[in-house]
């Protein structure tokens, strides 16, 4: 267990990482990926195993987007994503944190391309622009698309990361202009078969990538991660499950206890936030659990309804973000494997959260829990929508 001469613990902790990080952040992932406390020492023999047999190629590539998934994945702890990630993915070129720059960064990608053709991982970061003949974002003289098809057709597998490349995230929102879409839909339109890992999100939480190499490594392959990937291509033990089934408010939407205006006495105890355009019922993320920065808080946690970032086509179904739950199910796209209509998939989402929101809410007027009148989500169409058609948007 060796690498340049020291061992993998000597390097962790020549960076500040002591053993006890090490294990702590074992134990994280072995929980994001659904495993027992009894697993731990396997993550950690993972980890360990990779860095001694030797760095796995990946190339990172950016579409359009404002790095922000980037800018997410670099605040990594437990350890940091440069000593866990990057001692077991030899990544030539990350546009935003590397040093090289032009023809440089350029020779590195296509060096490492043509040296692992069918074993490297492409990461993607950003949306697949294809407005103007895919002119609408060029990279070394070309349209980015060429670059995306030429990686694609010879990677093992690809990690889209981000809703931007899962979808299009907020640069296909209308009425986008730019042609955004996402990497399974164009490699689809494409006939490009390469399977697409999609981690949904804005950004995607840094512990749940680490989570996806750490199981890759375990399995032995990111194409065996396939079997463990729903239908649209997300792994299923980080989108099983709502923000609302977990969100640490719950309490309060069963008591209907909520918050209809910030500043309020109810703010200020903590009460559901549902009624001020809370998009939890509908998202499917693990921010509850994972949290952000250092695992310290995180969007509803810190007072702010949750958006709906990890829904498909989020910007255009979930606006106005300070609005009240909506009907969803704008836009047409799908998504590589299974043929999959994500605006089926929002509108089924939306649905049957709707009902189920409906349901409970009337169950809790019968039961007398609700003593200030829950705004239920009843209407076919909600008032702020009809009189504001033009801002609906979708493709």
């Given amino acids: 267990m060796t690498n340049a001469g020291i061992s993998f613990y000597e390097k962790l902790e020549k960076r ?22 009894a697993m731990v020492p396997s993550v950690a023999a993972a980890v360990e195993g990779a860095a001694e047999s030797g ?27 440069a000593d866990i990630v ?5 990544i030539p070129s990350q546009e935003t944190i590397q040093m090289a720059t ?31 003949g895919g002119n609408t974002l060029r990279v070394a003289g070309k349209p980015f698309i060429e670059e995306l098809k030429t990686l694609a057709k010879d990677a093992a597998a690809i990690v889209a990361v981000g809703s931007c490349a ?3 995230g907020w640069v296909r929102a209308h009425p986008n202009p730019a042609g955004g879409t996402g990497v399974s839909q164009y490699l689809a339109s494409e006939s490009i078969a390469t399977p697409v890992v999609n981690l949904p999100g804005c950004p995607v939480n840094p512990e749940e990538i680490t989570a996806v190499v750490i199981d890759v490594l375990m399995l032995g392959g990111l194409e065996k991660l396939v079997p463990k ?8 033990y980080l989108y099983g499950q709502t923000i609302h089934d977990n969100c ?8 209907g206890e909520f918050v209809y205006e910030f500043g309020s006495e109810e703010e200020a105890k903590g009460y559901c936030l549902y009624p001020l ?11 509850p659990i994972t949290r952000w920065n250092d695992q310290t808080s995180w969007c509803v946690e810190s007072g702010g309804p949750c958006i709906g970032c990890g829904s498909f086509n989020w910007v255009d179904n979930n606006a106005p973000f300070r609005g009240r739950y909506r009907r969803v199910g704008q836009g047409v796209f799908g998504l590589q494997g299974g043929g999959v209509e994500p605006t089926k998939l929002a509108a089924g989402i939306g649905a049957v959260a709707a009902v189920g929101l409906i349901a409970h809410g009337f169950g809790m007027k019968a039961a007398g829990r609700i003593g200030k009148n829950a705004h239920l989500e009843t209407e076919t169409v909600k008032e702020w929508d009809a009189k504001h058609q033009k801002k609906q948007g979708g493709a």
Avoid at 102 to 128: P, T
């Fill in 16 to 37: 500040g990482v002591s053993r006890r990080d090490f294990l702590k952040f074992c134990g994280s992932t072995a929980t994001v990926l659904g495993l027992s406390s």
């Fill in 55 to 81: 760095l796995t190629p990946a190339l990172w590539i950016n579409g359009g987007s404002c790095t922000g998934c980037s800018e997410s994945i670099a605040q990594a702890t437990y350890p940091n994503v």
């Fill in 86 to 90: 990057l001692d077991l993915l030899s």
């Fill in 102 to 132: 032009g023809e440089y960064a350029e020779q590195a990608i296509e060096a490492s391309h043509e040296a692992n053709k069918g074993k490297y991982i492409l990461i993607v970061e950003g949306a697949v622009m294809t407005g103007l």
């Fill in 166 to 168: 899962v979808d299009g």
């Fill in 229 to 236: 990937l729903d239908k649209y291509g997300r792994p299923k």
């Fill in 248 to 255: 640490p408010r719950r309490g309060h939407f069963e008591n």
């Fill in 277 to 287: 355009g809370c998009k939890g019922p509908q998202t499917k993320r693990r921010c």
